[in-house]
């Protein structure tokens, strides 16, 4: 799994514990359509610093593996899609600190 907040990209690969399911996920966005920081709870209340930072026009690219058990290839995915105007968010420590 990766986080590039800078590059305003994400990457995830999830497992079942079965090994049999497999989804991926790729979401990305101009780094430039990330907006200010947005105010988020804190223990001294709601602050925007650190805060998040949030872009509405990301693309996200989903794909999803499935094969008979752990001894098998996954093959072609099972399905593939795109999410075009997906939100994508970094938040506290996990944000780019020249955004």
Avoid: K
């Amino acid at each position: 799994d990766r986080l590039l907040p800078c590059a305003g990209t994400m990457y995830l690969n999830a497992t079942s514990r079965n090994g049999r399911r497999r989804l991926e996920i790729f979401i990305s966005a101009a780094p430039s359509s990330f907006g200010e920081p947005i105010p988020v709870p804190t223990p001294l209340g709601f602050s925007a610093a650190p805060g998040c930072r949030e872009a509405h026009a990301a693309n996200a690219h989903i794909v999803a593996f499935s094969r008979a058990d752990r001894t098998c290839d996954w093959g072609a995915p099972r399905l593939e899609t795109m999410v075009p105007f997906a939100a994508l968010e970094f938040g506290g420590n996990f944000q780019c600190a020249i955004a």
